[in-house]
């Protein structure tokens, strides 16, 4: 009984005090000409700080965006498995230098426990060949946080910058949550409020954030839809995240 | 002794060059690519300006030297494509330090012949 129920307060834990994310995570956010020129794609919903995945299903979209170009590679996506949950992989290979920007809109997620519908429209830039050529490179999305900050070849403890927009208008005072990927939950949170930080933009809809680790970092700006979907024949608000992820790397 | 495939040697004399000096190619970005017997230069500056002085030097599996000529200021050099059978490095050198390249293996111009032209 004593089991079940500290089972019971582990799940509702993992499902309050840390955040969803959508993620798309590379092998690699730099790809040299030297190592392998194809890049693998973990395309995932998840909490990544307590390491806990949840099912995500073919994306509405997925797409590479290089030199302007979108690519739709929805059709290429291979399924997976990530932290245990249903999710996708894709092999892609970088032909030329600059930047590739990978970009997903998720089908909308039902989050019981919130009772809304949840969509991440999520991305990640990879940049090849020592071409930093796009990293502010747009995706298109309702609502996407562009970068200030160039999106990779970042040291930890650099801060990064982004506008949160709105359907091409920056966002006063967006809400910006931030979850490392904690691997092998190397990092113990001495406090619930530290696996999901939360920061707010300014007027001008710009937020900063200086990662205190090298490894993934996930910003989702989330705002209300103004529109609702239907779930058993009710209306049900629908939370909308600009999601970007980012890499530092280790100051050694 | 072994003798090195000459791709390999380069590789390695390559990996020797960038541990070495590795902020020689820092600034200048370089790419080749090839359409059937044309090989196709590429080179700008972090800025997205392309150089208007500099050489250009191909270099095959064994890095010995087989073509150089001066940089045009063309965003996309096209030159005879020399043989490849070993592969080639393309450098781009513009001097003050500023200098870059691009390897294609002879899998990599065998698969760009194949490809259709833009």
């Known amino acids: 009984m004593t089991r079940t129920l500290t089972a019971v307060a582990l799940s509702i834990a993992a499902t309050t005090a840390s955040a969803h994310f959508g993620m798309i995570i590379p092998s690699d956010a730099m790809v040299e000409q030297q190592g392998n020129r194809v890049v693998s794609l973990d395309i995932a919903f998840a909490h990544p700080f307590e390491q806990y995945g949840m099912t995500l299903v073919r994306p509405s979209q997925f797409s590479v965006i290089y030199d302007g170009e979108a690519t739709d590679l929805t059709d290429r996506l291979e399924t997976s498995s990530y932290l245990g949950s249903d999710s996708f992989s894709l092999e892609y290979e970088l032909t030329r230098p600059g930047v590739y920007l990978f970009a997903m809109a998720p089908e909308p997620y039902w989050e019981p426990a919130e009772d809304a519908f949840i969509i991440h429209y999520t991305k990640t830039y990879v940049a090849a060949f020592g071409d930093d050529e796009g990293w502010d490179a747009e995706a298109g999305f309702p609502t996407e946080i562009m970068p200030l900050t160039r999106p990779f ?24 949550e931030v979850e490392f990927i904690n691997t092998d939950s190397a990092i113990t949170a001495p ?20 990662a205190p680790r090298a490894g993934w970092w996930g910003f989702a700006a989330l705002s209300e839809a103004d529109y609702t979907l239907t779930m058993n024949g009710e209306e049900k608000e629908v939370e909308l995240g600009a999601v970007i992820w980012v890499h530092f790397e280790s100051w050694q | 002794m072994t003798v090195l495939r000459p791709f390999l040697r380069l590789w390695l004399s390559l990996l020797a060059l960038t541990v070495a000096m590795p902020a020689l190619g820092h600034g200048l970005n370089v790419f080749a690519s090839v359409e059937g017997e044309t090989l196709i230069v ?65 899998a990599d111009v065998r698969r760009q012949q194949a490809e259709p032209e833009s």
Do not use: C
């Open chain 2, 42 to 106: 590429e080179s700008k500056f972090s800025s997205g300006r392309v150089p208007q002085v500099g050489t250009v030097r191909i270099y095959d599996g064994y890095d010995v030297l087989v073509h150089e000529t001066e940089v045009t200021g063309e965003s996309a050099m096209r030159l005879p494509l020399p043989d490849w059978s070993t592969g080639l490095k393309v450098e781009v050198d513009i001097g003050d330090g500023h200098d870059g390249y691009w390897i294609l293996t002879p």
């Open chain 1, 153 to 176: 070849g970042l040291w930890a403890g650099n801060v990064f910058q982004g506008i949160v927009m709105t359907d091409g208008e920056p966002v006063p005072y967006a809400e910006v």
């Open chain 1, 191 to 210: 406090s619930e409020l530290m696996i999901t930080q939360t920061i707010l933009a300014d007027a001008n809809g710009v937020f900063t954030y200086a």
